[in-house]
């Protein structure tokens, strides 16, 4: 990451956040980088570099607030530029500005990692599939390289649209025939598509 405020990649979708999260935070690891992750969900977690960090929250609902906490405690440690220094953030909004807001104003990512289109959140994002896809499109800042691992051919094609529309620049991520069909095979791969944008070897 160039520093902390443009730290990336963010992780996006409905189901599936964490996977990647995990993944990609323990190939940096084995690589050497100092790596800070933060998962939401139920129960927040920031991993440092494999330390779990529990997140206390003051009430049962995920804030946008926590970032700022996170980002004052950890981000000064980040802001020196060092390229061995990666900062994997999942994205936690759950309407369309919320998450374009964290994508803009708290984390500024090089890369977003879209896992997949599912339908949730559909009160906040969109009653249809093509509404969370253009919901999760429109969120993506100018310049951003985006890894989506959605696998309908259509959904996918209409978010490339959108991206690029954006301003941004899209990676479909391809799963080999051989392991089509399993679940969350589109995370696994996604993995190798961020390491390849990155120009770094993907692994095995």
Known sequence: ARDASEAGPALRGTRGKWSPGRRLAAVFNRRGYDVLT?????Q??????GDVIPIERTGPY???YENIDVLREFGSQLTAYAP?????FENQGITEYTTRLINERFVRPHI???ANV???HQDTLGRTLRDLARAFARTIPPGTKVVNGEQNPVLAEYMRDEIEQQGG?????????DQQGRIGAETVYAVNDV???LDMEPVP
């Not at 933060?38 to 139920?42: A, P, V």
């Not at 927040?44 to 570099?49: A, I, K």
């Open 38 to 42: 933060k998962i939401t969900g139920n």
């Open 44 to 49: 927040p977690t920031l991993l440092r570099n």
């Open 62 to 64: 995920t804030t946008l």
């Open 84 to 88: 061995e220094n990666v900062a994997i």
């Open 112 to 114: 977003v990692v879209i």
């Open 118 to 120: 599912r339908q949730d």
């Open 169 to 177: 620049e899209m990676r479909q991520v391809t799963i080999p025939d």
């Open 195 to 197: 390491l390849r944008l």
